[in-house]
T-cell receptor
Framework: ETGVTQTPRHLVMGMTNKKSLKCEQH?????MYWYKQSAKKPLELMFV???????ENNSVPSRFSPECPNSSHLFLHLHTLQPEDSALYLC???????????????FGSGTRLTVV | GQNIDQPTEMTATEGAIVQINCTYQ??????LFWYQQHAGEAPTFLSY????GLEEKGRFSSFLSRSKGYSYLLLKELQMKDSASYLC???????????FGGGTRLMVKP
């Protein structure tokens, strides 16, 4: 357990379904992130929230819709996905540093999504 | 733009030493991290360097040369459980954004 909890761990959904991924952290961090990791590919940044405000949308299709109701919770709402969206979706959190200290990301265990 | 280069795959023998290199060209530099990621699991923090030199933590060491834009991760006394991907990660600016390398998949063989 890393301190960042993601649910569900596995999800199989049809292309017409609507589902949501949930991420929760109680580390006192003020930034939260969604990353996509396809098989044998690098991490792809999707969204960034600083102090509950979205600061980054990395050209993500509108079928992915993030929501950050507070600094501890982050959701990714999914609808009308495509098979190529099948991947590991990772949530992370971090402090927002004021200096060059050791402020890395803490990742959740991810949701393995399969779109059929 | 930001660019981080590291080998895609490496193979090593149990009990041996392996060095994973990373070079970076980024708009700025405010620290370098190494993360370990086992297949299908979360990346976990291994090390952090912001000044030149070697940081040692048990079997793992990480080195940084800022003038050369270069880092390496050294793993000693390799164990089978060290088979994983190792991610070189740079913080280019003063904020919270990190730039991730593609990762090096290390396979440890008996």
């Amino acid at each position: 357990e890393t301190g960042v909890t993601q649910t569900p761990r596995h999800l199989v959904m049809g292309m017409t379904n609507k589902k949501s991924l949930k991420c929760e952290q109680h580390l006192g961090h003020n930034a939260m992130y969604w990353y996509k990791q396809s098989a044998k590919k690098p991490l792809e940044l999707m969204f960034v929230y600083n102090f509950k405000e979205q600061t980054e949308n990395n050209s993500v299709p509108s079928r992915f819709s993030p929501e950050c109701p507070n600094s501890s919770h982050l959701f990714l709402h999914l609808h009308t996905l495509q098979p190529e969206d099948s991947a590991l979706y990772l949530c992370a959190s971090s402090p927002i540093p004021r200096d060059s200290g050791n402020y890395g990301y803490t990742f959740g265990s991810g949701t393995r999504l399969t779109v059929v | 733009g930001q660019n981080i280069d590291q080998p895609t795959e490496m193979t090593a023998t149990e009990g041996a030493i392996v060095q994973i290199n990373c070079t970076y060209q980024t708009s700025g530099f405010n620290g370098l991290f190494w993360y370990q990621q086992h297949a299908g699991e979360a990346p976990t923090f291994l090390s952090y360097n912001v000044l030149d030199g070697l940081e040692e933590k048990g079997r793992f060491s990480s080195f940084l040369s800022r003038s050369k834009g270069y880092s390496y991760l050294l793993l000693k006394e390799l164990q089978m459980k060290d088979s994983a991907s190792y991610l070189c990660v740079v913080r280019p600016g003063a904020g919270n954004m990190l730039t991730f390398g593609g990762g090096t998949r290390l396979m440890v063989k008996p």
